[in-house]
């Protein structure tokens, strides 16, 4: 319970301080530098914990397991699966959209996003992968879930844990414009996707054996997912169908694979 309560408390602290420049004249504050890619700097706070946190408690031989974690490819298939899943649903979304409207889907638009338009696919990739996969997986999948997990099941354990994360969250809702317009029904609509994103990653996290790199390669394919320029209102409402039923089917056999174990 030590381990997890210091664990949240600097990962918190650690995103919201370097976010403050982002944020900080909500509160009254003097206007602060930012930094080029300063949101995606915030995000490196939950990696930044579960390192110190780890060395504070378990020493260097525990950060070289945490480490190696961040590394460990296997099992192959859900290497496979986390890569590729989130763009075979894009890519379904836009067929039943083409279907839909008559509209042509243009697949290379999958490769690029209007939030940094110099990027090309790789980078795009590399950025989302260091910044918000590794960034955020390292502590809440790498950390912080087998710890919960030791004292709850799995499935309440990703409930507990997207409670977490959303608060986490919070301050983006003071500078990320997405965020920002958000009413009441589009802030459970976001928390909804959390807590099937929270699912899904325990889902994965267990069954490549606690690979935090499988997690971290499909949180960023997910955000590259709806980030995409070809994800326009109603491509993005057919790829949140498909993940939610996921979620949901996923969420379901968990509940079964643990009341059959009872």
Excluded at 102 to 123: A, D, K, R, W
């Amino acid at each position: 319970m030590k381990q997890l309560i210091l664990f949240f408390s600097l990962a918190y602290l650690l995103s919201w301080v370097i976010w403050l420049p982002l944020y900080g004249q909500v509160s009254g504050l003097p206007v602060l530098p930012v930094l080029p890619f300063q949101h995606g700097i915030g995000s490196l706070g939950p990696l930044l914990a579960a390192f110190i946190t780890t060395y504070i408690f378990e020493g260097l031989n525990g950060v070289r397991r945490l480490a190696a974690r961040c590394l460990s490819i296997r099992p192959v298939l859900y290497l496979l699966v986390a890569f590729f899943s989130p763009f075979l649903l894009v890519a379904f979304s836009m067929l039943i959209n083409m279907l839909v409207t008559g509209t042509c889907p243009q697949i290379s638009e999958l490769f690029h996003t209007p939030e940094f338009p110099g990027f090309t696919f790789v980078q795009f990739f590399i950025f989302n992968l260091v910044f918000y996969g590794f960034g955020e997986e390292t502590g809440w999948r790498g950390f912080a879930l087998p710890r919960i997990q030791q004292h709850l099941s799995p499935f309440v354990a990703a409930l507990l844990m997207a409670v977490f994360w959303a608060i986490w969250h919070w301050p983006l809702f003071f500078y990320r414009p997405g965020m920002m317009a958000m009413d009441g029904a589009g802030i459970v609509g976001w928390f909804m996707s959390l807590l099937t994103g929270s699912i899904l990653l325990t889902w994965l996290y267990n069954r490549s054996k606690g690979s935090i790199l499988i997690c971290a390669i499909f949180h960023s394919t997910i955000d590259i997912a709806f980030l995409a320029d070809s994800a326009d209102q109603h491509i993005i409402n057919y790829l949140g169908a498909f993940i939610t039923l996921w979620g949901i089917w996923t969420g379901i056999w968990m509940v079964k694979s643990e009341r059959a174990k009872e």
